[in-house]
């Protein structure tokens, strides 16, 4: 069974960086896709950024390119999203979550093609 824990959350100011780490337990990450979704009060959970399992693409949300980058260390069973430029519209609770079934990138916002999920880190950005 996957376990994803989430950490690196906080407060930040307008412009400032955070990097929000998944770690994997219980199965060999290399072998799965993985995303990060956000979801702020009110509001659907939303994709933000996912890469596949064979590493061939990582795909962002428009609102997040060139200030958020996703990276996997396989030795560590880690997966990273390193966020800067924060804005407050960043604002959320982030998660991560896999599936070990290939995913195309059109799926990678769709969160039912997701099978498991961490518990969540929030973020808060302050302007």
């Known amino acids: 069974q996957v376990q994803l824990v989430e950490s690196g959350g906080g407060l930040v100011q307008t412009g400032g960086s955070l990097r929000l780490a998944c770690a994997a337990s219980?199965?060999?990450?290399?072998?799965?896709?993985i995303a990060w979704f956000r979801q702020a009060p009110g509001k659907e959970r939303e994709g933000v950024s996912c890469?596949?399992?064979?590493?061939?693409?990582?795909y962002y949300e428009d609102s997040v390119k060139g200030r958020f980058t996703m990276s996997r260390d396989n030795a560590k069973n880690t997966a990273y999203l390193q966020m800067n430029s924060l804005k407050p519209e960043d604002t959320a609770v982030y998660y991560c979550a896999s599936t070990r079934i290939f995913t195309p990138q059109a799926m990678c916002r769709i969160k039912d093609w997701w099978d498991d999920w961490g518990q969540g880190t929030q973020v808060t950005v302050s302007s």
């Open positions: 219980g199965v060999t990450l290399a072998n799965y896709s």
């Open positions: 890469i596949s399992k064979s590493d061939d693409f990582t």
